[in-house]
C-alpha cells in the first residue's frame, strides 16, 4: 500500500520489514552440545517493491510521524489522523 501509494500512513514506523519477512513456516533445533534451542526460518517472503526507497532492515515509515500515546487516555495518532481527514 505504500509502495502504490494507495494508503497515507500516520503514527509510528510499522513491526516487520518494509521488503519482506520471514513470518511463515519455520523449524526448531536443540544444539547439541549447548542445549540452546533456535527457530529457523524456511520461507522467507519478498515484498514486490523494487525500485522502492526505502532503508533496508526496516518497516513502513509513516508519511506523517506522529507519536502514539504514552500514559495518559489522549490518542495523538487519531487526532491527526481525524485532523488530516478534514483537509482533505
Do not use: W
Not at 513491526?15 to 522467507?44: C, M
Not at 515484498?47 to 487516555?73: C, H, L, N, Q, W
Request: hydrophobic share 35%.
Amino acid at each position: 500500500m505504500k509502495m502504490d501509494e494507495r494508503a497515507t500512513f500516520i503514527g509510528e514506523e510499522t513491526g516487520g520489514g518494509f521488503d519482506g519477512n520471514t513470518s511463515g513456516i519455520y523449524d526448531q533445533i536443540t544444539l547439541p552440545n549447548s542445549r540452546l534451542t533456535i527457530k529457523v526460518p524456511l520461507v522467507k517472503y519478498v515484498s514486490a517493491v523494487e525500485g522502492a526507497s526505502f532503508i533496508f532492515g526496516r518497516g513502513v515509515m509513516p508519511d506523517f510521524p506522529v507519536k502514539a500515546y504514552g500514559e495518559t487516555k489522549e490518542d495523538p495518532v487519531m487526532d491527526f489522523a481525524m485532523k488530516y481527514l478534514k483537509t482533505q
